[in-house]
DNA sequence: CTGGATTCCTGCTTGC
DNA sequence: TGCAAGCAGGAATCCA
């Protein structure tokens, strides 16, 4: 499930086609474009000036003002480069945008939760979410008056996109764990202290994320279709029945908000 | 406000 | 071995 670090990990590696022209664009399934403001042939022949992200959006500006091309991975999405001699035969590839140095990049997604906007203005997805969490606008001070007075579990809303934005079920509980606090807390039942603890967790977190390029659990792949390597650092995540790394009791998943969590009874209160 | 159910969808796992 | 049912989940939406 590309959450921030998954995504910021294509971003990284589709960098390198920064400047390069679009040639061309195909279209497979065109209902996974979700907004049409522009036909794909009008960016036959722009080039790109920049690769960016925010929360779990690529976002992939061209030369000429008001064309972006949105790319949301959804669950199961990828997002890819290949050489353009190679021929794509895959399968569930949607959408691919041919580039003039000799590769293409590619959209493959089984499950079809993810999409493509073809955007005017990008703000009108992005002014939706929430703060970066890794920016210095995401802080305790923040934390602590989104969570004020709020019933719904911390988990939940820590996943929140409108809240902070990409936030993932993976990474949600990893730093929940990190924080030493239960997943199905009431929000406003965080002591400042708690908040100050999350805070920090979710950024070291998502940080530590980026720098093992993202967690393979199953379908992700990076803009050079590898694997990541966080999943060999997962604390909780997918680990139910096995020891805690910290105390050793048995890690238990449960569902909050209609998503199955894990943590360590013992360790997070 | 909040939690729960529903929808979209395919592939993997489980049970018989 | 084969088949069907169950399950997973990001985000939007509806309902109680």
Redesign the pocket.
């Known amino acids: ?3 921030l670090p998954e995504v910021e990990t294509i971003k990284r590696s589709l960098a390198i086609n920064k400047g390069a022209r679009i040639s061309r664009i195909e279209v497979i399934r065109p ?1 996974i474009i979700r907004i049409r403001d522009f036909e794909p042939e009008a960016v036959h022949g722009l080039t790109i000036n920049s690769f960016r992200r925010r ?3 690529l976002i992939i500006s061209l030369d000429e003002r008001e064309s972006h091309i949105l790319v ?1 991975m ?3 999405g990828r997002f890819y480069m290949q050489e353009d001699q190679y021929e794509a035969n895959e ?2 590839v949607h959408f691919i945008i041919y580039l003039d140095n000799g590769r293409k990049m590619v959209f493959q997604d ?4 993810g999409g493509i906007w073809l955007l005017r203005n990008p703000d009108t ?1 992005i002014c ?1 979410l929430g703060k970066e969490p890794l920016n210095r606008e995401f802080c305790s001070a923040y934390l602590k008056s989104i969570v004020k ?5 911390i988990k ?1 809303l820590i ?1 929140d ?2 809240l902070i ?1 990409g936030i ?3 990474y949600a509980d990893e730093a929940l764990f990190l924080a030493r606090i239960r997943p199905d807390r ?3 039942s965080l002591s400042d202290e708690e908040a100050v603890r999350l805070c920090r967790a979710i950024k070291r977190v998502l940080r530590q994320g980026i720098e093992k390029r993202g967690t393979t659990f ?1 379908d992700y792949r990076d803009g050079n279709n590898n694997r990541g390597g966080f999943q060999e650092h997962l604390q909780v995540y997918g680990r139910e029945g096995e020891e805690c790394p910290v105390c050793n009791s048995r890690i238990v ?1 449960k ?6 969590s894990h943590y360590c009874v013992t360790c997070q209160k």
Do not use: C, V
């Open positions: 499930m590309p959450e209902d929360g779990k959006y949301h959804g669950m199961s399968k569930h089984p499950r079809r939760f997805i939706k007075d709020r019933r719904i579990a939940t996943l996109q409108n934005s993932g079920n993976i009431t929000a406003g199953r998943r569902r909050i908000g209609g998503r199955s």
